[in-house]
Every structure is written in structure tokens, then in C-alpha cells.
């Protein structure tokens, strides 16, 4: 309710009483903007993969708002999802999302692009699932055999984290200088449609740098294989995706950040003890074709861990600042992540 100021018919003219009334005004500013950012509202942005399970299991469960109440805070939940980092980066700066799941790299250039002014790191991780790059071109046995007459589908070039491992892969196999080698072979797709190409044969896609579930579909064809994995390229497991916030939403909004923290708590001890009843949820809210007894397989698999502890972050992060994608170089991935998150540990 805004504050009401009442004036009296004829004020005192003096320096005080101005002060005094101009003060009153001030403070009914403040309680009127105050309403605009109420204490559990929340916006949030998560993806179509597997890799946002744990925000699929908290939204169908209500566990923001389960553990928002009892912090004595009635939320509200707003659940978007949106395809590509950089749409979701630009939702955030222009304040109309106020929590986000994304690869690694979005979260690193947006903290890049924030440091020192919005401030926006990671809440947590969502877990370490393996991403693979597949090809269906029988000449392909490594990654040095791809040439210029393969093309490889990717969410987005250069920037995407699958973009980014094959630059890594780059600089490992030819040199730092040549980071871009495989650049020029890439084409900007979403999963589900690379997919549908390099499972059709009838396009100029022969490769995909997928992500799960859609990796798995593809390898049910005997023509396509692995060629490489994040892990493989990263020396072991690897964050997929990662829920970020910028510190503005995280000050004005103290009980609903440990609400949502505990909700991702919550939801990673039921994925880790019923994947069965996980992946049916996956599946209900996606209104995925695809048998829960697949997604299932595929959450179960010893490579795909659940868990809201970076792994391997800081390789890439690293990696950016040597190549100049980001201009701030962390010090350690504790840098781009919430304090909050640190207690557990991370890479």
C-alpha cells in the first residue's frame, strides 16, 4: 500500500518542515517501488535437455514454493523456456527473467560482460552429463579427419559450449593459435533438428556435437558413431548446465534464493533415489515422445551424474580468458559462482 502524505492547509515555510515533507515524500517513493521487487517473485528460464532435470522435478513437485513458505514467503513461480544462451543472457539484462539455466559459456561471458556491475554468477550446477560429437561419415575415425566437406551441427557457432570444446579440441591437437580449426565446419542448429538431419543422411549435416537425450536417439542408428565427449576433451566429467542469477535479484530476494537452493536440494536427493519417477516427469512436461523407460536408461547411465557441484568449469573458463573471449580472468570458478555454492566444493 503506498504511504499517504498529508499536508496541512498552510505548512510552515521554514528549511525543516521542507526537509521533513520532502523526506516523507522519499519514503512513499521507496515503499511504492519496494511493491515492484515483493519478496518470492521469480522468473525462470531452463531448457528442453535432460540436463535441467532437477528443474523439471522442482517444478512439477512446487519445491520453490514449498520451502518459500515455510521462510514465511508466499512465491511466485514464472517457468519460460528458452532456446539459445544469448537470448537468455539479453532476458536477464533487460529484467525480464530473473533466473537462468544455460551451458557454461553464456554464464561465463554474461559474468564477464556484468563484473563489477550486475554482478551475475552461478546458484548452482545441475549436473555433469556427457556431450558427444557424432558423425555418420564412414571416412571419420578422429577428429583430424574431418575435412571441408564435412559439416558438424551445433547449437550455435563459436560461442556454444559444444563450439567452445571443439575449439579446446583444436588448440589440444594443432596449437593455441589454431583454437579455430574446426570453426569453418560448423552450423548453427538446435539439437532436435540436427538430430532429424544426421539421422535423415539427406543433408549436408554428417556430424553433430549433441546433447543428451538426443545423442542417445542418434546412436540407435548403426551408421552414426562417436567420434569424441566433453569428458574426453575436458579430462573427465564435465558440468552441462548451470542456474545463474544476477546479484541484484539475490540481495533483493534473500528468502526465496534459499528456497530455490533448497528446492535444488530436494530435487537432486528424488532424482538420485526414483529415476524411474523422474524421468516421467521429464516426459509429462515436455510432452516428450519419447518411452520413460529411454529417458530413464539414459539418467541412469554411470556418466551422467546428478549433482549441484561444479566439475571441470574453471578448464573452460580458463580457456576463454586465454583466447579473449572474456576480459575478466577468474582466479578460480569460486569467482563466478554465489558464495552460497562454495561450501561443497568444485572444479
Do not use: C
Given at each position: 500500500m503506498q504511504a499517504q502524505v498529508r499536508f496541512h492547509q498552510s505548512p510552515p515555510k521554514s528549511g525543516r518542515w521542507r526537509a521533513r515533507l520532502a523526506a516523507l515524500a522519499a519514503a512513499a517513493g521507496l515503499l511504492a517501488g519496494g511493491a515492484a521487487h515483493a519478496?518470492?517473485?521469480?522468473?525462470?528460464?531452463?531448457?528442453?535437455?535432460?540436463?535441467?532435470?532437477?528443474?523439471?522435478?522442482?517444478?512439477?513437485?512446487?519445491?520453490?514454493?514449498?520451502?518459500?513458505?515455510?521462510?514465511g514467503v508466499q512465491a511466485n513461480v514464472e517457468w519460460k523456456q528458452l532456446s539459445g544462451g544469448a537470448a537468455i543472457n539479453d532476458a536477464i539484462l533487460s529484467n525480464t527473467l530473473d533466473v537462468a539455466s544455460t551451458g557454461l559459456p553464456p554464464l561465463l561471458t554474461v559474468w564477464d560482460r556484468t563484473y563489477g556491475k550486475q554482478n551475475i554468477?552461478?546458484?548452482?550446477?545441475?549436473?555433469?552429463?556427457?556431450?558427444?560429437?557424432?558423425?555418420?561419415?564412414?571416412?571419420?575415425?578422429?577428429?583430424?579427419?574431418?575435412?571441408?566437406g564435412d559439416r558438424i551441427a551445433l547449437p550455435a557457432t563459436t560461442i556454444s559450449?559444444?563450439?567452445?570444446?571443439?575449439?579446446?579440441?583444436?588448440?589440444?591437437?594443432?596449437g593455441k593459435d589454431k583454437f579455430t580449426h574446426f570453426d569453418e565446419l560448423t552450423v548453427s542448429l538446435p539439437h532436435s533438428e540436427a538430430a532429424a538431419a544426421l539421422l535423415s543422411g539427406k543433408t549436408e549435416v554428417n556430424a553433430?556435437?549433441?546433447?543428451?537425450?538426443?545423442?542417445?536417439?542418434?546412436?540407435?542408428?548403426?551408421?552414426?558413431?562417436?567420434?569424441?565427449s566433453s569428458y574426453e576433451i575436458l579430462g573427465g566429467p564435465a558440468t552441462l548446465n548451470i542456474l545463474w542469477a544476477p546479484e541484484r535479484w539475490?540481495?533483493?530476494?534473500p528468502k526465496t534464493f534459499t528456497a530455490?537452493?533448497?528446492?535444488?536440494?530436494?530435487?537432486?536427493?528424488?532424482?538420485?533415489?526414483?529415476?524411474?519417477?523422474?524421468?516421467?516427469?521429464?516426459?509429462?512436461?515436455?510432452?516428450?515422445?519419447?518411452?520413460?523407460?529411454?529417458?530413464?536408461?539414459?539418467?541412469?547411465?554411470?556418466?551422467?551424474?546428478?549433482?549441484?557441484?561444479?566439475?571441470?568449469?574453471?578448464?573452460?573458463?580458463?580457456?576463454?580468458?586465454?583466447?579473449?573471449?572474456?576480459?575478466?580472468?577468474p582466479a578460480s570458478w569460486k569467482d563466478y559462482f554465489f558464495d552460497e555454492a562454495q561450501g561443497a566444493g568444485g572444479s
Amino acid at each position: 500500500m503506498q504511504a499517504q502524505v498529508r499536508f496541512h492547509q498552510s505548512p510552515p515555510k521554514s528549511g525543516r518542515w521542507r526537509a521533513r515533507l520532502a523526506a516523507l515524500a522519499a519514503a512513499a517513493g521507496l515503499l511504492a517501488g519496494g511493491a515492484a521487487h515483493a519478496e518470492g517473485q521469480i522468473r525462470i528460464a531452463y531448457q528442453y535437455d535432460v540436463g535441467d532435470i532437477l528443474l523439471h522435478v522442482v517444478r512439477e513437485q512446487k519445491l520453490i514454493e514449498k520451502y518459500a513458505a515455510q521462510e514465511g514467503v508466499q512465491a511466485n513461480v514464472e517457468w519460460k523456456q528458452l532456446s539459445g544462451g544469448a537470448a537468455i543472457n539479453d532476458a536477464i539484462l533487460s529484467n525480464t527473467l530473473d533466473v537462468a539455466s544455460t551451458g557454461l559459456p553464456p554464464l561465463l561471458t554474461v559474468w564477464d560482460r556484468t563484473y563489477g556491475k550486475q554482478n551475475i554468477k552461478a546458484i548452482a550446477a545441475l549436473g555433469s552429463l556427457p556431450t558427444y560429437l557424432l558423425t555418420r561419415n564412414p571416412a571419420i575415425k578422429t577428429l583430424g579427419d574431418f575435412g571441408p566437406g564435412d559439416r558438424i551441427a551445433l547449437p550455435a557457432t563459436t560461442i556454444s559450449l559444444h563450439a567452445r570444446l571443439l575449439q579446446i579440441a583444436a588448440a589440444g591437437k594443432y596449437g593455441k593459435d589454431k583454437f579455430t580449426h574446426f570453426d569453418e565446419l560448423t552450423v548453427s542448429l538446435p539439437h532436435s533438428e540436427a538430430a532429424a538431419a544426421l539421422l535423415s543422411g539427406k543433408t549436408e549435416v554428417n556430424a553433430h556435437f549433441a546433447s543428451p537425450p538426443f545423442q542417445f536417439q542418434e546412436l540407435k542408428d548403426p551408421a552414426i558413431r562417436k567420434i569424441t565427449s566433453s569428458y574426453e576433451i575436458l579430462g573427465g566429467p564435465a558440468t552441462l548446465n548451470i542456474l545463474w542469477a544476477p546479484e541484484r535479484w539475490q540481495k533483493e530476494n534473500p528468502k526465496t534464493f534459499t528456497a530455490l537452493r533448497r528446492a535444488l536440494a530436494e530435487a537432486l536427493r528424488f532424482v538420485q533415489g526414483n529415476k524411474g519417477e523422474a524421468a516421467a516427469i521429464y516426459v509429462r512436461l515436455e510432452n516428450s515422445k519419447l518411452p520413460v523407460s529411454f529417458v530413464q536408461e539414459i539418467i541412469s547411465l554411470p556418466d551422467v551424474q546428478y549433482t549441484l557441484q561444479p566439475q571441470n568449469t574453471f578448464k573452460l573458463a580458463s580457456f576463454l580468458a586465454d583466447v579473449g573471449a572474456i576480459k575478466h580472468r577468474p582466479a578460480s570458478w569460486k569467482d563466478y559462482f554465489f558464495d552460497e555454492a562454495q561450501g561443497a566444493g568444485g572444479s
